[in-house]
């Protein structure tokens, strides 16, 4: 769906009271949704398309407003007229409107000289962000969201082991394939150890990347797209976290240890907890591959760039696996303790 002047017209004087439009303006679409920033009489929002049912969508708004309550800044979900967090326009297309969030993105893509100079400003923030996350209790989860799956911290690969189990006819053909699956297996085995340790829990926002940061004047003004947020394992994030960043290649570690300094002061995790990231890391890589392996398969190119396409998506996921093999399992932990001293 495109959304044009006259669908967004109709949505807000539908089913929200937000003052006269002004502006409506085209924001960059993302692989979950379309979005348009609306100026109006009573301020700046952002509008949402998403092409799929309302239920998890309705969940992370949830959680949204409970990390709002603990002071993150983030995007305020905007009630409709009735009291509803989303729209549900159609049983597979749902839309939500925003408080918009004013700066930039504090790194844009494929600038790592900038995004390696600000890596202390990072790990700051996402350590903040953490440890605020922390102070939400699952009962105070469970008041809003009763879906007792949701709870079950091994749920969330599910998805990827449907994935896995559909390998046969839904992959693309390539030459690793098999050392990929593999690899996936054994690492269904190491997760055992992440859930039967007492890891540091919280909402986690789950695919956050530097330009998921924005920021006047480098002063935060909040972190966008939350759209896949989810109670887990904090450090689950540091997985994707090192994903997006390439900390995890040898010759950033000093970055790493800029980054994480900083995280640790502010987060308060266990500083033994880091020895997982090279699993979850392993485990962001195969994400990366299922999904983009279910997007050229179900032909979806929702949030491609122009010239992108799936199938680098899904060859970057066996980059990835392979690069995630070469890291020694203490890595990060022994990167982090060399600094951790000098913070006592």
């Given at each position: 769906?495109?959304?044009d ?6 949505i ?25 920033k609306?100026?109006?009489?009573k301020?700046d ?14 969940e ?12 993150v ?33 504090i ?13 202390p ?11 605020r996350?922390?102070?939400?209790q ?23 082991k449907e ?11 390539h030459?690793?394939?098999?050392m ?11 997760m055992e150890e ?14 956050l ?18 759209n ?15 994903m ?18 900083p ?31 279910y ?8 949030g ?13 996921g ?6 995630s ?8 932990l ?11």
């Amino acid at each position: 769906m495109i959304l044009d002047k006259p669908f967004v017209e109709e949505i807000v004087s539908q089913y929200y009271s937000l003052g006269k439009i002004n502006t409506i303006t085209s924001l960059e679409s993302g692989h979950e949704s379309d979005n348009v920033k609306i100026s109006t009489t009573k301020g700046d929002f952002v509008l949402k398309y998403f092409p799929r049912e309302s239920g998890g969508i309705i969940e992370t708004l949830i959680l949204q407003d409970l990390l709002i309550s603990k002071e993150v800044k983030l995007p305020k979900p905007i009630k409709t007229t009735d009291g509803n967090l989303v729209v549900e326009y159609s049983p597979t297309e749902t839309i939500t409107v925003q408080s918009f969030i004013p700066g930039q993105a504090i790194v844009f893509r494929d600038n790592r000289v900038k995004m390696y100079s600000l890596m202390p400003w990072f790990g700051k923030h996402l350590g903040e962000f953490h440890f605020r996350s922390n102070s939400i209790q699952e009962s105070e989860i469970r008041k809003s969201i009763t879906r007792e799956d949701f709870f079950d911290l091994t749920s969330g690969l599910d998805w990827v082991k449907e994935q896995y189990n559909k390998a046969d006819t839904q992959i693309p053909s390539h030459e690793k394939n098999q050392m990929v699956l593999k690899e996936f297996e054994i690492y269904l085995e190491e997760m055992e150890e992440i859930f039967s340790s007492n890891l540091t829990k919280g909402i986690i926002h789950s695919d956050l990347k530097p330009g998921d940061f924005f920021a006047e004047n480098n002063e935060l003004t909040g972190i966008l797209d939350f759209n896949g947020a989810f109670y887990s394992y904090l450090i689950n994030e540091l997985g994707t976290w090192t994903m997006y960043t390439s900390l995890y290649k040898l010759e950033n570690k000093v970055h790493f240890q800029n980054f994480i300094k900083p995280y640790l002061e502010h987060s308060k995790i266990p500083i033994g907890e880091l020895k997982f990231i090279p699993i979850l890391l392993k485990g962001r890589s195969f994400i990366q591959y299922f999904y983009f392996a279910y997007r050229s398969y179900n032909n979806i190119t929702q949030g491609l760039d122009e010239g992108e396409t799936n199938m680098q998506g899904f060859e970057d996921g066996i980059r990835l696996v392979e690069n995630s093999l070469e890291i020694p399992k203490t890595y990060f932990l022994d990167l982090a303790q060399q600094v951790f001293y000098e913070l006592k």
